[in-house]
């Protein structure tokens, strides 16, 4: 057998209808260690400017491969030991590269428990089930010869041939694709509730898929994984089925081949009829009994399979939204987390987010002190110099919200100058969603060791105003609430792309050297949370960085590690321009010798707009750089460190709605998009309770999928069309009237 560790680039590219070329690249880059931000950032002549997604893609696949090569190592082993292999079925298990495949080309030879098949093999019946397949027998006078021991009589020597031709049936590889051609086109998937738990509240939320049927192949993510949770807390019975007539029907004519008769069935004589009657039952048996629940598995396996990946994907592309949300920056805020009956956690933060102040004020019953509340407010923007209040969107956000507005404009009435403090001061309502999970995390604990967990959440929220990816990156991605049935699907799937996607977003941000966090530098490209520890007890032991070539210093920081991470990694002010930038290190050559051809520094290069646009690219092309790298260095120093993201925006609810009581059909209302699912966005409409847009309403027009309508946390207007108080389940519309 060929090595089967040879180079999957090929087989890569024809999947993924990418080049060869471009493929090899990628995956020597990929052995070698490289992360994907940093290959399809600075390799891009490497793998002809393959971008994120489709580096994740070859890297996926090359795994999957690697683990198929490991299956076939085995099913090799485990026939040769059986010594039934044959140069056939090797050649055959070498060339195929499809799973499904390569378990049907296993399967006759795969140890299994004691089936009843095996018993009647045991006893010495196989050559029997052969004769009855091959026909021109007596049954009858052929099981005679078959008595034993172990064989009582003849009905028990017939019954066991048939055991073992409806295993034969079941194992068979072209039986298992006439059967899962009919599941691929006609398959059925239908829900029924369980009668018992049909009136209980726990089950109403499936009461959609109490009697539910569609054809597998239309059925969508969100819905199969709504029965599956169903079928899992025990209040829905789900199934897969096709016609069983028309499966078996096509099974004895395919198991007819095996006879080898050339005359038609009527001129068969009675013992070619009796035999032909066994094998018929024994092929019936083999489907119902075998291979139709088998093919069932292995398609409901498949379509959970597709379900997770859809729900991942849409998980991870909600995820990205949320972390690249627009940033306020570095500015002086104030964080509330809003509260009744415990009153509001308010605390104040300076322009790196550290914690200067914190306390409790009452606005709100039951324990109302309005004035002292509002007297403590207006003392804290004063005299820490707030430039921004966030607030949490979580239980009385909204009447804190109305009461600090109150206090604001009381401040900017009586201010004799704008620029007095409180008078520009701008009000924020912010996704608190895992701030409680932060709060109680040891990432929490050991930047406030001394603190509560309500002061610690305060915190987060205040920080995820000025930095949403910064704050964000410390809470596991399952806890922010942008998930579509996130604890149902394959957990290690979702860690993997939920990691890639964090490590995405931190990298095409990049990362304040000085300022970042041990958690935010633990998912720079080539770091981890070893090196970011030493990077952050160097910086503390040695002040700030003040170049990027400092790095080498930082204990086991090696040069594997500098070449992964120091393009991501940004130093404000840096004596050399260049290190605030998204420019590697390894071009600062390169940019140096651009600035002396035009006669100047590389300070003046960036700063000299007609000095860029007089450099000639073409004239720098060589083996290691080409125009990919340096057309993203022309761009980068336009605009040195630029942060992609947008800036962020204030939003206001509608006063005249506060609970879901309140919403009458028709109203026209503000609302923040808050998740995004398969079947539409929900919006948050101020009345604690999120409402859907399906995607049939998202716009006039027909849309494939949410996202190419809204984002995450865009503002937008929607039109309430119906209210179900029972089920608290608010339907909104984003289209015309």
Known sequence: MENIHNSFAKLIADRLGLRERQVDGTLALLDGGATI????????????????????AIAEQNDRLKELAKRKETIIKTITEQEQMTPELEA??????????????????????????????????????????????????????????????????????????????SEDERSRQTVRGQFRRTAVIASTVVKAKADTDEAQKFSDYFDWSEPLKRCSSHRLLAMRRGEAEGVLRVSITIDDEEAVDKLQRLWQTHRQQPRSRSILSRVERGSAQLVAEAVADGYKRLLCPSIENEFAAAGKERADDEAIRVFAENLRQLLLGAPLGQKRVMGIDPGFRTGCKVVCLDAQGNLLHHEAIFPHPPVRKPAEAADALAAMLGKYKIEAIAIGNGT??????????????QLRASAARTDRPGSGVGIYVVSEDGASVYSASKVARDEFPDEDVTVRGAVSIGRRLMDPLAELVKIDPKSIGVGQYQHDVDQTKL?????????????????????????????????????????????????????????????????????QSA????????????????????????????????????????????????????????????????????HELEKPGRDPRETVEEFEFD?????????????????????????????????HQDGLVHISQLADKYVSHPTDVVK?????????????????????SMKSV
């Open 37 to 56: 931000p940093f290959i399809a950032r600075y390799r891009k002549e490497r793998t002809g400017s393959l971008d994120e997604v489709q580096i994740g």
């Open 92 to 169: 055959r298990i070498a060339a195929c590269w499809d799973a499904t495949e390569l378990e049907d080309l296993y399967l006759p030879f795969k140890p299994k428990r004691r089936t009843r098949a095996q018993v009647a093999r045991e006893s010495g019946l196989e050559p029997l089930a052969l004769l009855l397949l091959r026909g021109e027998v007596n049954p009858d006078a052929a099981a005679k010869e078959f008595i034993n021991g172990s064989v009582k009589d003849v009905e028990s020597a017939l019954r066991g041939a048939q055991d073992i031709i409806a295993e034969m049936v």
């Open 396 to 409: 009385a956000s909204r009447e804190t919200k109305s009461f600090v507005e109150m206090v604001v404009n």
């Open 495 to 563: 860690r993997r792309s939920l990691d890639q996607t964090v490590e995405s977003c931190v990298n095409s941000v990049g990362v304040n050297l000085n300022t970042a966090s041990v958690h935010l530098l633990t998912y720079v490209s080539g770091l981890g949370p070893a090196l970011a520890k030493n990077i952050v007890d160097y910086r503390r032991e040695n002040g700030a960085f003040t170049s990027r070539a400092q790095l080498k210093k930082v204990p086991r920081l090696g040069p594997a590690a500098f070449e």
């Open 567 to 634: 393009g991501f990694l940004r130093i404000a002010d840096a004596k050399n321009p260049l290190d605030g930038s998204a420019v590697h290190p390894e071009r600062y050559a390169l940019v140096e010798q651009m600035a002396r051809d035009e006669g100047c520094s590389v300070a003046d290069l960036i700063a000299d707009k007609d000095a860029r646009a007089r450099v000639d690219i073409n004239r720098y092309v060589s083996a290691d750089v080409g125009l990919p790298t340096l057309t993203d260095i022309m």
């Open 655 to 687: 006063s005249r709605v506060a609970s879901i009581d309140d919403l009458i059909p028709g109203m026209e209302l503000p609302g923040i998009v808050t998740n995004i699912t398969n079947f539409g966005a929900f919006v948050d409409i101020g009345v």
């Open 712 to 732: 995450l946390h865009q503002h937008v207007r929607v039109r309430v069309t119906d209210v179900d108080r029972r089920r608290s389940r608010i339907s909104l």
